[in-house]
């Protein structure tokens, strides 16, 4: 079992679940909802905190949403707990590649105006195809620079920075743990992502067992798996090595949750817990029933 850790660090949290506000981009995407209006929304749905994930409005270009969401956060009573953006580092010209750094650092500044302590980005994307270990290690020494200054950068507003297990290409535990490892920096770490383990067809039991001691973030997600060998037609995506997934709420698809919870809860964690739903069905009523499912799975847990 993992080791807690999580006690002295933590003694005075308590564990918040929440949402991120990509689990509502259904509705952004038809301007049914701004991100104000979803942090508002969540809030009445009982979230105790906000993540905001910045798909189709920009913090950057738009700066004056950034107060509007900490007002919206602070009138509803709930955290904004953590601010996710993209990033790849794998850019060959090296005015490319700089630029990508001060690009990630402008929203670290937007995050510290924001008054989040927690920062996800990405840091490189390659089709399982090119995701060799050779290519990897390869890619490794650029990576870790980057994440390196930005983490440096971050510090002096008291940011965590952390890279999330997605993309396929640093999405398996070890690979994740190798960045971290390398990168060597207090405040950086993981948004650990429980269903995203499956892209990279990995246990997600075994992968948060792996990971959970170096999470800044937990995000809670589900899928339905296939097999390779069934297609099952439409609103499915491939994994790395061919099977079927889909999107599903928390606790009604095929990963072992309970388990999960299980993990999650022994090991000491005790940070934010934030549901993330990519799944066919209306985002508002996943959403709700999911962030009830992960409660209900806490408390048994």
Not at 91 to 103: C, F, G, L, P, Q
Not at 150 to 163: E, K, L, M, N
Not at 250 to 259: A, C
């Amino acid at each position: 079992m993992v080791v807690s850790h999580f006690a002295k660090e933590r003694m005075t949290e308590k564990m918040k679940i929440g949402l991120s506000t990509y689990s509502l981009q259904q509705e952004l995407d038809k301007k049914r909802l701004t991100v104000v209006d979803a942090v508002r929304w969540i809030a009445e749905q009982g979230g105790e905190h906000v993540e905001i994930v910045p798909i189709g409005y920009s913090l950057i270009d738009e700066p004056g949403l950034i107060d509007r969401i900490r007002k919206a956060a602070e009138e509803e009573g709930i955290d904004i707990s953590n601010y996710a953006v993209g990033a790849d580092f794998t850019k060959e010209d090296s005015e490319a590649y700089e630029n990508e750094i001060r690009v990630v650092m402008k929203h670290v500044d937007a995050a510290h105006a924001l008054g989040v302590t927690r920062m996800r980005h990405d840091v490189a994307f390659r089709p399982p195809a090119e995701g060799t270990v050779a290519r990897f290690e390869a890619d490794l020494p650029k990576l870790v620079e980057a994440c390196r200054r930005i983490a440096d950068y971050a510090a002096q507003f008291g940011i965590t920075t952390s890279v999330e297990n997605h993309g396929y290409y640093i999405q398996s535990s070890e690979r994740v743990r190798r960045l971290i490892h390398e990168t060597n920096r207090g405040n950086f770490k993981t948004t650990l992502d429980i269903g995203n383990f499956l892209c990279v067809d990995e246990d997600p039991v075994s992968a948060v067992m792996n990971n959970i001691s170096y999470a800044s973030m937990v995000h809670a997600k589900d899928f339905y798996r296939r097999p390779a060998s069934r297609n099952p037609g439409e609103g499915w995506f491939r994994s790395a090595h061919g099977n079927y997934l889909r999107g599903a709420i928390v606790g009604q698809g095929d990963i072992d949750m309970p388990e999960v919870f299980r993990v999650l809860k022994s090991s000491g964690y005790d940070g934010y817990l934030s549901i993330e739903f990519e799944g066919m069905e209306d985002c508002k009523t996943a959403s709700r029933i999911a962030m009830a499912n992960a409660r209900r799975l806490w408390d048994e847990a």
